[in-house]
């Protein structure tokens, strides 16, 4: 029903920075509450941040407040993620989730909708 692909993921050295973008199709992208989660192999999928339909509420893990910031742009369906001071400890696979609710969530459950991933890398 909705497609998320996110791009954006590579390879960059600590203290650098990435910015990741997650498009949307299907359905109308405003209406959604979006987040971003990360995931090491073997471990559980991890919150990074969410934003509400209106952009105008966000929620950051502690470990990412300061660096990372996520933006939205409903004109283009399609959100964002700024990475800035990677650090070794942000490599993961980066995936974007959604769920047609006004209510903004950290949890995984949540979500109805996921991409497929982007890899980020940060070497030290």
């Known amino acids: 029903q909705v497609q998320l692909v996110e791009s954006g993921g590579g390879l960059v050295q600590a203290g650098g920075s990435l910015r990741l973008s997650c498009a949307a199709s299907g359905r109308t992208f405003s209406s959604y509450t979006m987040g971003w989660f990360r995931q090491v192999p073997g471990k559980e999928r991890e919150f990074v941040v969410a934003i509400d339909w209106s952009g105008s509420s966000t929620y950051y893990a502690d470990s990412v407040k300061g660096r990372f910031t996520i933006s939205r742009d409903n004109t283009k369906n399609t959100l964002y993620l700024q990475m800035n001071s990677l650090k070794p400890e942000d490599t993961a696979v980066y995936y974007c989730?959604?769920?047609?609710?006004?209510?903004?969530?950290?949890?995984?459950?949540?979500?109805?909708?996921w991409g497929q991933g982007t890899q980020v890398t940060v070497s030290s």
């Open positions: 989730a959604a769920k047609s609710n006004p209510r903004l969530s950290m949890s995984r459950d949540f979500y109805t909708y």
